[in-house]
C-alpha cells in the first residue's frame, strides 16, 4: 500500500526535512582532508540532539551508525569509523535522515574533499545530481511512477560519455540494485522507484497529491552492477570505478512538488526547469 500524507502530515516532514538539510550542511563544512568519517558521524549525531529529532539510520537493521559515508568506489552504505580518513581529491557521498513526531526525512549528496578533482569526477556528481533534478521535476500530478524514473534515465543517457584526456571511459553506469522509495512514517516504503524504465515494473502508480517520494539516482564511472563487502552494508562498484550518489525527499501536493529536504523546498531549481514549488507550510 502507498501511503498518502495529509497537508499536516506533509508539514511534519518538512520539519523532519529541515533537520536532514541541517545534516548536510554541517557534514559537508566538516568533510576536509584529515577528517574521519566516525568524525562526520559525530557531527550528524549533534544536529539530529540540537533539533530535538531523532536518527533513522543509526539501528535501522542493525545500521551502526547516523549516516552512511560512502568513499570513492563506494556507492552506499558505507559504515563511518576511525580508519576511513578523508584525503584530498576524494569525493564521498553522505546520506542520511532525520525523524520528527514519527515522520521520516532522507536526504544524500555528494562533497568534494579538497582540491584538484579530475573533471570527470565532477561532471559525475553534476550528472547525477541534474539527474536527480530531472526526476523531481517529473513528478507531477497525472503522471505514474514510471515517468520519473524515464525523466532520470533519459537525463543521465544524454549526457556526453565520461572521458579522461582524450579517451572515454564508455556510458554513465545507472546503479540497478538500488533506488528510490516511499517515505513517510518509515524510512523505506512503497512504492520502489528505479532510475532506469524497466518494462518488468509496468508503468506504476498514478502519482496524487498526499505522495511522498525519495529520488535517489546513483550513478558509476563504468558498471551499473555493485556487490556487497563483508560487513554485509558496503556497496562498491564491480569494477572499482568511482560513483556518486543525490537524494531529496518529496511531497508532491494539489499546487506541486515540495522538496521537503531542500532549505528553499526546491523553489530555485525548480524554476529553473519550469517547475513552480508548492508553497513552504513552515513559512
Not at 43 to 71: E, M, Q, W
Request: hydrophobic share 40%; proline share 5%; net charge negative.
Amino acid at each position: 500500500m502507498v501511503q498518502i500524507k495529509t497537508p499536516e502530515q506533509i508539514a511534519k516532514m518538512r520539519e523532519a526535512g529541515l533537520v536532514v538539510a541541517a545534516i548536510h550542511a554541517a557534514t559537508r563544512e566538516a568533510a576536509v582532508p584529515g577528517a574521519t568519517t566516525r568524525d562526520l558521524d559525530e557531527v550528524a549525531r549533534k544536529v539530529i540532539a540540537d533539533h530535538g529529532a531523532k536518527s533513522n539510520f543509526l539501528g535501522y537493521g542493525g545500521f551502526p551508525a547516523t549516516i552512511c559515508t560512502s568513499v570513492n568506489e563506494v556507492v552506499v552504505h558505507g559504515i563511518p569509523d576511525e580508519k576511513t580518513v578523508l584525503k584530498d581529491g576524494d569525493i564521498i557521498s553522505i546520506d542520511c535522515g532525520a525523524i520528527v513526531d514519527g515522520w521520516h526525512g532522507d536526504a544524500a549528496y555528494t562533497a568534494f574533499v579538497g582540491t584538484g578533482h579530475a573533471p570527470e569526477l565532477i561532471e559525475l556528481s553534476r550528472v547525477t545530481e541534474e539527474s536527480m533534478w530531472a526526476g523531481i521535476a517529473a513528478m507531477k500530478l497525472g503522471n505514474r511512477l514510471v515517468d520519473i524514473s524515464k525523466a532520470i534515465e533519459t537525463y543521465i543517457k544524454r549526457q556526453p560519455r565520461p572521458a579522461v584526456g582524450d579517451h572515454s571511459l564508455g556510458r554513465y553506469g545507472i546503479i540497478e540494485d538500488y533506488g528510490g522509495h516511499g517515505i513517510g512514517t518509515e524510512m523505506h516504503m512503497d512504492p520502489h522507484l528505479l532510475n532506469y524504465v524497466s518494462r518488468k515494473r509496468g508503468k506504476g502508480p498514478k502519482l496524487v497529491p498526499g505522495l511522498c517520494l525519495a529520488i535517489e539516482p546513483m550513478v558509476s564511472l563504468g558498471t551499473p552492477r555493485t556487490e556487497v563487502l563483508e560487513d554485509d552494508w558496503t556497496v562498491v562498484t564491480t569494477d572499482g570505478t568511482w560513483s556518486s550518489h543525490w537524494e531529496h525527499s518529496i511531497a508532491l501536493t494539489e499546487e506541486g512538488p515540495l522538496v521537503l529536504t531542500a532549505v528553499d523546498g526546491g523553489r530555485a531549481k525548480l524554476a529553473e526547469l519550469g517547475v513552480t514549488a508548492a508553497p513552504d507550510p513552515l513559512a
